[in-house]
Structures are given as C-alpha cells and as structure tokens.
C-alpha cells in the first residue's frame, strides 16, 4: 500500500543503511534495508536464537525493536538524516506467533509534518502473507537536531 | 497504588525470579524482582552500555522489553508457574528521556480473568518520582499450558 | 487493502445494515454500509452540527464511536449475526482534522480467530486521500452469544 | 494517586466547569467536575438510556467520550483556559461491564510540557473499586491558541 499523500523519499534504501551504519556499531545493526518507496519502507531482520523465546519463535521485544527501527529509517528516508526523530509511542498488537528466520517489517507513513511522524508497521515471516505482529508508532520531531534517535 | 481489586499474589518475588530463571539462561536475565503485592510488582533492571541509545540513555526497546517481562513476572506472581501468558498487545508512551543505571519497572493489574490479563508498567529511573515510559499491556492466558511466555 | 489471509465474508453489505438496524432504533443508527471484501468493509456517516466540536470539525468521539461500529459491522459481516463481539480495546490516532460532511471508514481485518477479531480502521474525509485517523481495534468473540455488542 | 511530578493546577472544579460550559451549550455537556488536585481531576457523568448499548449498561463511545473529555478539563485546569489541547491518540482498554448510573473518570496526569501533555484515565461505576475502563490519551499543545479542542 503506498502511502496516502505522496509522501516523497530523499535517500534511497543503500543511503539510508549508510545513516543506520554511521549511528551504531555494525554488530549492532541487525537490519536491511529492502526497499524506499513513497511513504513506505521495508526491512529485512534475520531472527535466529539470539532472538528467540522459549518455543523457538520470534520474541516480541525482537519485534517491537524491529518496528520502532523500521519506522525510524522510514522517517529518515523521507526527511533526511539530520532530522533525528524521537520514538514517542509505540504499540504493538501480537497476532500469531512468528517463526525464526527472515522477518520483514513494512512501514507506511500516515501522517509526516514538521513536528510529528506516525505510521503503521506491518511484520511478517518472510513470504507470509499474514501479519505476525502489527504496530502504530510516533514520533516526535525536535525542532533542532538533537543527534538523538530512539533505537 | 494497590491492585483496584484485591488480586492476591500465590508467589513471593524469590519464587518468581526462580521461575524466571529456570525458563531463560541466566545470562538473559537482567531483571531482579524487587516486590510482589496485591495485584502489583516491582522489577530493577541495571542499564548500562549494552542498554544505551546514543545520546547515553535507555533505548526505547530496553523500556519495552522491560515492561513486557515485568508484566509476565507480574501475572506469573499471581496464577503460579503454570499459567502461561502471551501478550497480545503492549502500548508504551515514551515521556522523558531514561538515564542509565538502575531502572524499576511498576506493574498494576487492572484485570485476571481465566482468559485475560491487563495491567500498567510505570518506569522511572530508580529514585526518581516521573516516570520515563508507561505502558499498557494485554496478555491472553491460553486454556492450556503451552510453555510458552513472550519474554 | 485486502485483507491479508484471504478472510471470507458471510454478509452483504445490505445483510449487514439489516443485522445492525435490527440492534438499533433507526434513529441511533447515523451510518451506511458502503461495500463488504474479503477482511474488509467501509462505512459512510454524514457529519453535521451535531457531530461537530467547536471550529466546526467531526469531533474525536464521533470518529472513535464510527471506528468502533464499523469495526463491529466488519466482524458480523465475517461471522454471521450471531456472533456477538465486545471491543475490549481501542486506539485511535488524530492525524488532521476532519471537516464536516461525509465521512468514510474503512476496515482491514488482520485477524480472525475463534476467541479474537483485530483490524485496523482508516477514516478520510470522503474523496480525500490522507486519513484525518486511523484506529487499531480488538475484539474478544464471547463462547455464547450473549446479545451484547459495544455500539 | 498523585500526579507523579507537582503539578499545581491553576483552575479549581467550579472553574473548570465554568470554561467547559464556555465552550459548549449546556446541553452537551453531561460532565461535572468533582475534584481537581495536583495532576488529577475526576469526572462525573450520569448515564442512562441514551448512554447505554443494548444489554443495558455504558456503551464503549460514551466511555471513550468521558475519558477525552476529562484529560482536556484536567489539561485545562493546569494550564488555563486559553490554552487549548487537540487530542493526538486516545487508547482504551475495555475492562468489565459498566452498569448504567453514575461513572466516574478519573484523571491522572503522567507528563504536562509546553507542547504535549498524557495522562491516563481510570473509569469505574461510583463507588466501585474496579475500573470498568482505563485509557492512554496524548494531547498536542498548539504553539498559539486555536480555539479548538476536541470534545
């Protein structure tokens, strides 16, 4: 679903793992970045033990942290990466449980003004075509930057 | 704040952290449960650089994973060992930036049915009066054992 | 959107207006099925004086109580009359403001099982492409019908 | 409960409702304001027929109404009356029943900054300990007064 009111991006998927890598040590940074489009951003986690709970699927911290990363790099995608959003709220509806292996978050952006983001994140097994995990998420955009990003 | 309806717990918080500890590697829990009353609990968690954001304060999903691990321990407190819960939903609202060091998490039923759990973390930096993230979590309590918890 | 897993509806939007008006007086009843789809369904209401807040915008619990009935509308549409839902949870998000007249709300079905029902729902001014909010909803399908539904 | 950081109200009950009535005409405003404390208000609402969804007791809208009704007042105690809030997000957790009659909303507020303020909401039956509802509500402070609040 593209986002609802031609939401343009300024960096591309590589540009926006490049800002993703300049913030945190790469051991740090379980994610890719699949796809930019307008108001839309996917991103590929790939969930093994490290992730698991008890059970042998996806931890739900796994895929809230997942969620709120995803939306940040939508977010930076669209405003650039001098613009360092601040996770305001997040909530997550769990839906089923998610197997280990290639997780894929899509956010689309439904609202993005000089002071506020909010968007959807839509988080799937890789393939399936329903939804493990759905989230809603805002941000707050600091009137000047702050070098400060909720990840 | 007492639990608004008279919950009583069937486990002290040793008995709690002893369930805890026999379902996850020692090396996985950074939680120590501070107390347990009537329909609350109260965990610490010790933040530091594994926990941080850039910037030097807890990440958005270290409060997460907090608040949804605290709500476990709190319903666990209250049915016993046995009675496996899967959140279904958790909201956190991110008010104030967390500094590092210790964390407590405090968890307030609102609601045990046979079928449900909900309840409140506040989370505050230890000794400080403002809480830095609140949350509101659901948990569906399967109709039997699956040893499954969302930690 | 589709719904994402195929869900099947049971009811025709006319079935579905008949089910809610045989729960309502006419008089109580402001909103008109417009189409049912597979995991989806879309309400219209007209908004006028008396769904205004000053400023002369639909007012947040017109569009909260539109995202609950259109919400409940979907559920019936996908199970049949008899199964009653009760909403136990509602997030709605205020985007922009909504001006009065016709007002569109549509459901996207992401979950379905025997105990539970959860969607989201997007509500625009009618022709617009930006959503003035969009609300998470979860819905708890008693074992027995038990007559109530949360209009 | 107290509000968690010293807030100071700078309007009482009386004014308070006095502002209320300001906004509205008499006849849309079935709220009255019992008590307003540091971080808190709480609300009275009688609830009757025309609150009540089929099964005879407060329909969920109604509930929702209350509680984003109660955070402005509560808002506007501690900041004045010129200072008018819009509702940004709104979550309520269903709880139990709540029997028709009178309910009361009480306020608690957990953040109150120059551009946000959020605080929950507790609804109950009068003199019942439990919570028939409890919501989240996030409110933006507009830099310069709109004259709009969201009731």
């Known amino acids: 679903m593209a986002g609802p009111a031609g939401f343009t991006p300024v960096l591309d998927a ?8 300049s913030m945190f040590p790469v051991s740090d940074v379980p994610y890719r970045v699949i796809e930019v489009g307008e108001g839309t951003l996917s991103v590929s986690q790939l969930c093994g033990r490290r992730e698991a709970r008890p059970g042998g699927v996806v931890s739900g911290p796994t895929l809230m942290a997942l969620a709120d990363a995803s939306m940040v790099m939508c977010v930076v995608a669209h405003i650039g990466p001098e613009a360092m959003a601040v996770t305001t709220s997040l909530k997550m509806d769990f839906l089923t449980m998610c197997p280990l292996g290639e997780v894929v978050a899509s956010v689309n952006l439904l609202k993005l003004s000089r002071r506020t983001a909010m968007g959807t994140v839509s988080i799937a097994a890789a393939g399936s ?9 805002t941000y707050s955009i600091p009137p000047t930057p702050s070098g400060l990003v909720n990840l």
Do not use: H
């Not at 590589?14 to 890598?21: G, K, M, P």
């Not at 939804?131 to 809603?136: D, M, S, V």
């Open 14 to 21: 590589a540009e926006v793992e490049t800002v993703l890598r």
């Open 129 to 137: 075509p329903a939804p493990a995990a759905f989230a809603t998420v």
